[in-house]
């Protein structure tokens, strides 16, 4: 069977596999069956049917696949820096829910993020001779975070508040972003979630659920 020829699954069961797969990511015990196999490379030829689409950060350290046990097919990822969103990354985003109906999005930052601290670090008047291609995500994120670190020593926990409320301005702006977003969230085709990935324990915390009526 071609994998698009499958049903799309259901923002709720795409969610719930994601905690499962977290959940054998954190016990060091992943699922049994082949995740990259050539039986599965062949299958997914044809096309592909991911359950979930997910907009992370690029660091090296929060390879979304691995965090959710995920295998070839399952997951369209977009990564970018402190996981921002552009043009582009909307864009990404409506193709993939537009093309293959999934109806999970997540949009996941991450503790000790180096876009966040570079961010925290131009608000407070650091002296980092930044490129003007890391300004503009740098740009991106300092107007969701700059009342935290207004006055304070930055430290880990503002660092954390930070990165939060960063997730909390992408999902806002994705739930927001263009007309095929809005009609699929309004219509109950689709769904934008937060989520906070801990380098530290190696959980994946979900925070910023959409309000049910």
Do not use: W
């Not at 490129?131 to 954390?160: M, Q």
């Not at 806002?172 to 769904?191: K, P, V």
């Amino acid at each position: 069977m071609s994998p698009l020829s499958r049903h799309a699954v259901q923002h709720d069961e795409a969610l719930a596999r994601l905690r499962a797969g977290n959940d054998r990511f954190r016990q060091d015990v992943p699922r049994v069956e082949p995740v990259a196999s050539q039986q599965r490379r062949d299958a997914l030829v044809s096309g592909q049917a991911p359950f979930a689409i997910v907009l992370s950060c690029s660091d090296s350290r929060a390879p979304a696949e691995l965090l959710f046990d995920c295998g070839l097919g399952d997951l369209f990822v977009v990564r970018v820096a402190g996981n921002v969103v552009a043009p582009s990354i909307v864009g990404s985003i409506e193709f993939a829910a537009s093309t293959y109906g999934t109806e999970l999005v997540v949009v996941m930052g991450h503790t000790r993020c180096g876009a966040i601290a570079a961010t925290i670090d131009a608000l407070a008047g650091g002296t980092h001779d930044h490129s003007e291609n890391v300004l503009d995500i740098v740009d991106r994120i300092a107007p969701s975070i700059a009342e935290l670190v207004c006055d304070v020593v930055p430290d880990e926990a503002i660092a954390r508040k930070a990165m939060r409320a960063n997730v909390r301005a992408s999902t806002s702006h994705l739930r927001h972003a263009s007309r095929t977003i809005e009609s699929r969230i309004a219509e109950g085709r689709l769904m934008v979630v937060g989520a906070e990935y801990a380098l530290e324990t190696g959980t994946v915390d979900f925070f910023d659920m959409p309000r049910t009526p």
